[in-house]
């Protein structure tokens, strides 16, 4: 489902199911697995990855729809692993692979960068225009990140290619190729990583603070 790497004191996770990288219980879970490895090795970065063309399509649909309980455990989960994300003790960037949809869109407003690969690829949230309901906890993280009008396409259920991406909120820096993709999200690591750890935390908690405290309300009255 994911898999960690670890070298020079980058972190590396990478999705990977084969398929579309849905998240379901079990990856969001093997993903904060990884994230408490992270810690263990003290790591300066995390760099979360997907599979070629592919970042991530959101939900398991298949626990999706097993039952209101799944459902709402998962929704949770995801809630839980965007505060963690959001508020994690190093800096995380995000080279988004491919398309990036719904939850997956998600995991994009909770990194500090987000570097995309151009291409045919949708991002944003489809919930709507699938007749489904974006939690508001997420959608707190979504007002932090999206200026308007782009904010109100979780209301149409909305797309975006990954330049209008980049106009809404979800992609920083667009590149051409895989290749540039990983080493621009290497760069953007490394460069995050010279700013002192506690001084990093300090701020970016600082600038963060009203909206992580608006989503642990919002995740609090699931």
Request: hydrophobic fraction near 45%; charge should be negative.
């Amino acid at each position: 489902m994911s898999t960690y790497g670890y070298r020079d004191g980058t972190a590396s996770i990478a999705l990977d199911d084969g398929k579309v990288n849905a998240l379901g219980s079990a990856t969001l879970a093997q993903l904060n697995e990884h994230l408490d490895r992270a810690l263990l090795d003290r790591a300066s970065s995390v760099i979360l990855t997907g599979l070629p063309g592919m970042f991530s399509a959101g939900f398991d649909l298949g626990e999706v729809r097993s039952g209101t309980s799944a459902r709402e455990h998962l929704r949770r989960a995801l809630i839980d692993l965007e505060l963690r994300l959001f508020a994690f003790t190093c800096p995380v960037v995000i080279a988004c692979t491919g398309h990036a949809l719904a939850a997956g869109a998600a995991l994009l407003l909770a990194a500090d960068r987000r570097i995309g690969l151009d291409g045919p690829f949708k991002l944003g949230f489809n919930e709507a225009a699938i007749g489904t309901a974006i939690s508001p906890a997420t959608i707190e993280l979504a007002r932090y990140r999206m200026p308007m009008p782009w904010f109100e396409s979780l209301i149409s259920g909305q797309t975006f290619s990954p330049h209008s991406a980049q106009d809404a909120g979800l992609l920083d820096v667009i590149v051409d190729s895989e290749a540039r993709l990983i080493e621009e999200a290497q760069t953007i690591a490394d460069n995050l990583a010279q700013v002192s750890p506690e001084v990093f935390q300090e701020m970016r908690l600082s600038a963060r603070g009203p909206a992580i405290e608006r989503i642990r309300l919002e995740r609090s009255r699931l």
